[in-house]
């Protein structure tokens, strides 16, 4: 089974988690900057034999979307646009 890859979006730095083989589980993996993004993606996604990556949509506490849901979203896109991953 393929794992999950967990992006927690930021405007400097990304923090990410990676599942466990069954799906079930998740931990912290680490963080990086967003210029070192790309690079560690592709790394994580052939090391750890990734199969969909999961960003994070941050709200406000009234469920809101603001600007960082639309950073997120459009780094969710640019991931899918660039790695072979759903």
Do not use: C, Q
């Not at 990556?53 to 969710?76: C, D, H, I, K, Q």
Request: glycine residues 12%; hydrophobic residues 45%.
């Amino acid at each position: 089974m393929k794992r999950v890859l967990g992006v927690d979006y930021g405007t400097k730095r990304i923090g990410l988690a990676i599942s466990d083989e069954l799906g079930l589980t998740a931990r912290p993996l680490e963080v990086v900057a967003r210029r070192d993004l790309e690079n560690a993606l592709r790394r994580i996604v052939e090391e750890f034999s990734v199969g969909h990556v999961v960003v994070g949509l941050p709200t406000s506490l009234a469920g809101n979307e603001g600007v960082a849901a639309a950073g997120a979203r459009e780094l969710g896109a640019a991931i899918s646009n660039s790695l072979a991953v759903t």
